[in-house]
C-alpha cells in the first residue's frame, strides 16, 4: 500500500551542527512533499514544502532536497539551535489528490 | 484572526455514545482535513475535504463520519466510538492539498 517512511526516529545534535531527516514514498504519482515541525504539546506548523518539478528548496537554516527517480527526499537544518528541538514529520500526495500520508516522525534534539 | 477551531479540546466519553468534534476555519479555506495522531505512528489522515459536498477517505477513515455542508465547517463524527479510537486528534485546512494547512489546537479523546 501507499506509505512513507522516515528515518531517523530519534536524531540528537550539538548545538551548532548540521541535522538531516530522510523520507521515502512509495507513490510514483506524488508531487507535493511537506515537511511539519511540531513543538511539545502544540499544533504541527509548515517548516518548508517542495513541488515534485523542483529537486531542492531553501529557506535560510533549512533546506530539503527531493530525488523523484530514488523516490526519496531529506530535510537539512544547519547551525542547530536549541528551539530546533522538535518532532519532525514528513508527508507524501498520493495519487495527485487531496490524500496526504505522513511519515511516523523524528524527534530532533538540540544540545546547548 | 485566522484560526481554526476544535471543539471540545478534551473529552471523555464511553463506548458507542455517539460524539461529535466540530472544526472551524475562518480563512475561506477550500481544503480541510482531520488526523489522528498516536505515539510512533505519526499524523494518519482519516478523511479530507477538497470543498464543499466533496469528502473523500484519508489513510484510516474506519468507524468515522464526516461531513461538509458549508465551507468553513468539517466536523467528525464518532457514530459508536470505541476504546481504540482514544487518540489526539487534528483538524487542518488550507488553500488546496498542495498548500501550507493551518491545524487547529487538537482534541484529545479518551473512550472508555
Known amino acids: 500500500g501507499e506509505n512513507v517512511e522516515q528515518h531517523p526516529s530519534t536524531l540528537s545534535v550539538q548545538e551548532g551542527d548540521s541535522a538531516v531527516i530522510k523520507c521515502t514514498y512509495s507513490?510514483?504519482?506524488?508531487?507535493?512533499f511537506p515537511w511539519y515541525k511540531q513543538e511539545l504539546g502544540k499544533r504541527p506548523q509548515l517548516i518548508i514544502d517542495?513541488?515534485?518539478?523542483?529537486g531542492e528548496k531553501k529557506d535560510q537554516r533549512i533546506a530539503v532536497t527531493l530525488n523523484k527517480t530514488a523516490k526519496h527526499f531529506s530535510l537539512h537544518i544547519t547551525e542547530t539551535q536549541p528551539e530546533d528541538s522538535a518532532v519532525y514529520f514528513c508527508?507524501?500526495?498520493?495519487?495527485?489528490?487531496?490524500?496526504?500520508?505522513f511519515g511516523q516522525g523524528t524527534t530532533l534534539q538540540v544540545k546547548p | 484572526e485566522a484560526q481554526v477551531t476544535q471543539n471540545p479540546r478534551y473529552l471523555i466519553t464511553v463506548t458507542g455514545k455517539k460524539l461529535t468534534v466540530t472544526c472551524s476555519q475562518n480563512?475561506?479555506?477550500?481544503?480541510m482535513s482531520w488526523y489522528r495522531q498516536d505515539p510512533g505512528l505519526g499524523l494518519r489522515q482519516i478523511y479530507y475535504?477538497?470543498?464543499?459536498?466533496?469528502?473523500d477517505k484519508g489513510d484510516v477513515p474506519e468507524g468515522y463520519k464526516v461531513s461538509r455542508k458549508e465551507k468553513r465547517n468539517f466536523p467528525l463524527i464518532l457514530e459508536s466510538p470505541s476504546p481504540n479510537q482514544t487518540s489526539l486528534y487534528f483538524c487542518?485546512?488550507?488553500?488546496?492539498?498542495?498548500?501550507?494547512?493551518?491545524f487547529g489546537d487538537g482534541t484529545r479523546l479518551s473512550i472508555l
Open positions: 487542518a485546512s488550507s488553500f488546496g492539498f498542495d498548500q501550507p494547512q493551518h
Open positions: 507513490d510514483s504519482a506524488s508531487n507535493y
Open positions: 517542495i513541488r515534485s518539478n523542483v
Open positions: 508527508a507524501a500526495s498520493i495519487n495527485l489528490g487531496g490524500k496526504l500520508i
Open positions: 480563512m475561506n479555506h477550500e481544503y
Open positions: 475535504s477538497m470543498n464543499v459536498e466533496v469528502t
